[in-house]
């Protein structure tokens, strides 16, 4: 379904940029507008799961990292949850070991 913009506050110089851009590919500028926008938007690739995560990891390399068994088991005991009622007991692993991609 077709949608509108409306786009305020514009500096006047983008304007004539605008307008110029339109007239040199014989468009109008509400042609123009709608070109530019698709031609910036399908070039532009959605990034991958794998790369966001990677992204992730970097930023959070120097971090200290809690392994989760240790955080669920931490909640369950403050829920006052009793462990012998989960239906398994995983190993607690060094709470000091920083988990590597």
Not at 4 to 11: A, E, I, M, Q
Not at 34 to 40: D, P, T
Not at 72 to 81: A, I, K, M, N, W
Request: charged letters at 40%; aromatic letters at 2%.
């Amino acid at each position: 379904m077709p949608g509108t913009l409306h786009v305020h506050n514009l500096d006047d110089e983008l304007i004539a940029r605008w307008k110029r851009r339109a007239a040199r590919h014989g468009r109008s500028t509400e042609v123009e507008h709608r070109e530019i926008l698709r031609q910036v938007l399908t070039s532009e690739e959605e990034p991958s799961f794998d790369k966001l995560a990677a992204e992730l990891r970097k930023l959070t390399k120097r971090r200290k990292q809690t392994p989760s068994e240790v955080l669920l088991r931490e909640g369950r005991e403050e829920r006052g949850t009793p462990l012998s009622s989960m239906p398994a007991r995983l190993p607690l692993r060094d709470p000091r070991r920083v988990l590597r991609a």
